[in-house]
């Protein structure tokens, strides 16, 4: 069956760094456009970034451009969010997730906390 499992949230301070990993399972992962949500506490989940099938087509929100780069290695089934300059905005949780016609997949989650 379908998996997307996220890892590397953690605690980090204003202008810290982290990178998230999803590994894909269950699906032809380079066949499909990948990308990263979040969810802020008592807020909506918002797109942060996609990746096209082979990489070179990304798109950014704007309250993330130029601070984090969405990369993917189809080798390995894995998308990657690398998050520079980090912000105590850029707390929630980070969601990977595709399409594949009317369905919607999701990770479970992992936990990204900015503060000092």
């Known amino acids: 069956q379908v998996q997307l499992v996220e890892s590397g949230g953690d605690l980090v301070q204003p202008g810290g760094s982290l990178r998230l990993s999803c590994a894909a399972s269950?699906?032809?992962?380079?066949?499909?456009?990948m990308s990263w949500y979040r969810q802020a506490p008592g807020k909506e989940r918002e797109l942060v970034a996609t990746?096209?099938?082979?990489?070179?087509?990304?798109n950014y929100a704007d309250s993330v451009k130029g601070r984090f780069t969405i990369s993917r290695d189809n080798a390995k089934n894995t998308v990657y969010l690398q998050m520079n300059t980090l912000k105590p905005e850029d707390t929630a949780d980070y969601y990977c997730?595709?399409?594949?016609?009317?369905?919607?997949?999701w990770g479970q989650g992992t936990q990204v906390t900015v503060s000092s």
């Open positions: 997730n595709f399409r594949a016609g009317y369905s919607n997949y």
């Open positions: 269950g699906f032809t992962f380079s066949n499909y456009v």
């Open positions: 990746i096209g099938v082979y990489g070179g087509l990304t």
